[in-house]
């Protein structure tokens, strides 16, 4: 039996292995930028839909988020550029806003009628306007089947808006 010491021999683990760092980094920030894009799109994707009594007050229904309210038209508030409508002024259990619009309505927009504006609510000097992208004439079969309350109060406004003088 030898028992004379061994040479030492060199191996891999002793070395250093030069890490792939810029690869990591760029797959750190893609993941990142991945994260806040669809982050983003879920956020904006979301519009709850509110009462205009409840816009400023009931949480998910705050001021500078997009939102779509619910109300019916006022009488006398429609403001017309030709056949262009500008302004509007929608209501809810007794609290009024006015809705400046980025786009016509359909041709079905008139007064006295339930509407839901898709849109954000603002502040400005005279208080919280809306400032709606689309006007909804006619409620959808699930958005009528979750809110009846809603609904028949709308009506019931509307009724009483058309007989006013």
Same mark, same amino acid.
């Given at each position: ?17 030069k890490r792939p ?22 956020? @904006? $994707? ?6 205009? =009594? #409840? %816009?400023?007050? !009931? ?56 509407v839901v504006v ?5 502040? @400005? $000097? ?6 709606? =992208? #689309? %006007?909804?004439? !006619? ?27």
């Open positions: 039996m030898d028992l004379s010491p061994r040479e030492v021999v060199p191996t891999a683990v002793g070395r250093k292995r760092w810029a690869a990591m980094l760029v797959l750190a920030l893609v993941l990142v930028a991945g994260g806040v894009v669809v982050t983003k799109f879920l956020t @904006s $994707a979301i519009d709850y839909y509110c009462n205009v =009594d #409840e %816009v400023g007050v !009931k949480s998910g229904c705050d001021v500078g988020r997009s939102i779509r309210i619910q109300g019916v038209v006022e009488k006398g508030s429609v403001d017309k550029t030709g056949s262009v409508v500008n302004t509007f002024v929608i209501g809810f259990h007794g609290k009024k806003m006015e809705v400046q619009l980025g786009s016509a309505p359909s041709g079905l927009f008139q007064e006295c009628i339930p898709s849109g954000r609510a603002v502040q @400005s $000097a005279n208080g919280v306007v809306f400032h709606g =992208d #689309e %006007v909804i004439i !006619k409620h959808d079969n699930n958005y009528d089947a979750a809110n009846k309350d809603r609904i028949s109060q709308a009506n019931a406004e509307a009724a009483a808006c058309s007989q006013a003088g």
